[in-house]
């Protein structure tokens, strides 16, 4: 059964950074798509950033692009989701997910999440 964790939320000021991680552990890593979504206080969950199991074409929510980067370490079987020039829009809980595509469908597996909490 495949798990995620999440870690490295927390408070922050506007402008600051965080790096949050996902380790993966259950199955094989490099057979996951993986991404990073949050979901604010009384809002669904959006999609944040995106890499292919091979870690390559990553791909980002407009709102993100040029201050979040994701990555893959297929050695420690973890992503990583480097967020710089936070705003106080970012705050939310941060999820990571992990994709597997088989013929004829997907599952999906969810962490437990990671609060991101940016104050002006």
């Known amino acids: 059964q495949v798990q995620l964790v999440e870690s490295g939320g927390g408070s922050v000021q506007a402008g600051g950074s965080l790096r949050l991680s996902c380790a993966f552990s259950?199955?094989?890593?490099?057979?996951?798509?993986m991404g990073w979504f949050r979901q604010a206080p009384g809002k669904e969950r959006k999609f944040v950033a995106a890499?292919?199991?091979?870690?390559?074409?990553?791909y980002y929510t407009d709102s993100v692009k040029g201050r979040f980067t994701i990555s893959r370490d297929s050695a420690g079987n973890t992503i990583y989701l480097q967020m710089n020039s936070l705003k106080p829009e970012d705050t939310a809980v941060y999820y990571c997910?992990?994709?597997?595509?088989?013929?004829?469908?997907?599952?999906?597996?969810w962490g437990s999440g990671t609060q991101v909490t940016v104050s002006s």
């Open positions: 997910k992990a994709n597997f595509h088989y013929y004829g469908g997907s599952k999906d597996y």
């Open positions: 259950g199955d094989t890593f490099s057979d996951y798509a």
């Open positions: 890499i292919s199991p091979g870690g390559n074409s990553p």
